[in-house]
């Protein structure tokens, strides 16, 4: 990754010399030409405003950089988004598995499907996948998809009441919001 930050970096300031060298030999014929049509003032006028035109060309370069390395950087954090919510109905089909189980599995049944899940859950931690288990919390319309509604007077107003679905965030964005219902007393 540096290598290639070096060698765009590099590149930039090739072009930026061919561009600047293009503006000289431009600004050098046309005062071989034109030398004695300018006073002085107005070439000092010139060139400065050829000084602000490199500058603002250096900095929108600059802000170009700036902005594609950002660019590259989400694409690394966020790429494998699309991977990781094909792979969340497996982790639910696992928690439905684990939640229906029949009174003649066994133990080691149950303790195998437990199991699977772990190590589902634990691989896509190692990915920065966090889930939304949003026990006694307040309803929060961007990590939480609201349901239904229910009353429940042991709950204030707003608050979240069953959670039908946990949610799952990726690096701090939310991949799915927590299904769940609201307590509206």
Do not use: C
Request: net charge negative; aromatic share 4%; proline share 3%.
């Amino acid at each position: 990754m540096a290598k290639k930050k070096k060698s765009k970096e590099i590149d930039l300031e090739l072009e930026l010399e061919e561009v600047s060298s293009e503006v000289d030999s431009e600004e050098n014929n046309n005062s071989q030409e034109d030398m004695g049509s300018y006073t002085y003032e107005e070439l000092v006028d010139k060139n400065e405003e050829l000084e602000k035109s490199v500058l603002r060309a250096n900095a929108d370069l600059d802000n170009a950089l700036k902005r594609t390395l950002s660019e590259v950087e989400k694409a690394h954090k966020y790429g494998i988004e699309k991977l990781l919510n094909e792979l969340l109905p497996v982790i639910d089909n696992l928690e439905h598995a684990l939640n229906n189980l029949s009174k003649n599995a066994t133990k080691e049944d149950k303790e195998g499907i437990e199991l699977t899940l772990k190590s589902f859950e634990s691989a896509l931690d190692k990915f920065g996948m966090i889930p939304i288990y949003p026990l006694n919390e307040e309803f929060n319309p961007e990590k939480h998809e609201a349901v239904t509604m229910e009353k429940d007077e042991k709950k204030d107003n707003g608050s979240i009441g069953n959670i039908f679905q946990r949610g799952w965030e990726l690096h701090s964005r939310v991949v799915r919001p927590a299904r769940v219902t609201v307590i509206k007393n």
